[in-house]
């Protein structure tokens, strides 16, 4: 099993910044990617940001140039900077984790969520 703990979330006034943590323990025999999702209630799950193993990103177009997702291989930890925040970035920032076990199966873990929200 893998556990994905995420942290700081909290309450900003817009044009703010916040960082998000997410470190993930367990049986991991390689973390494939990481990335970040947010959801508003009733609505559905979004991408924020991704980070491939190698490095690669990826961002939804509404935090292109005001988020960067960043990772630490040697602690299994990524991190989400969020600047010049926005009320419509107000969602519950899930975790997300492609993971290979040990045995060579390839899982999805999620986090519990931390929300954010943004004042206006």
């Known amino acids: 099993q893998v556990q994905l703990v995420e942290s700081g979330g909290g309450l900003v006034q817009a044009g703010g910044s916040l960082r998000l943590s997410c470190a993930a323990s367990?049986?991991?025999?390689?973390?494939?990617?990481m990335g970040w999702y947010r959801q508003v209630a009733g609505k559905q799950r979004d991408l924020v940001a991704v980070?491939?193993?190698?490095?690669?990103?990826n961002y939804a177009d509404s935090v292109k140039g005001r988020f960067t997702i960043s990772e630490d291989n040697a602690k299994n930890t990524v991190y989400l900077q969020m600047n010049s925040l926005k009320p419509e970035d107000t969602a519950v920032y899930y975790c997300?984790?492609?993971?290979?076990?040990?045995?060579?199966?390839?899982?999805?873990?999620w986090g519990q969520g931390t929300q954010v929200t943004v004042s206006s």
């Open positions: 997300n984790a492609d993971v290979s076990s040990y045995s060579a199966r390839r899982s999805d873990y």
């Open positions: 367990g049986s991991i025999f390689r973390l494939n990617g």
């Open positions: 980070i491939t193993s190698g490095g690669i990103t």
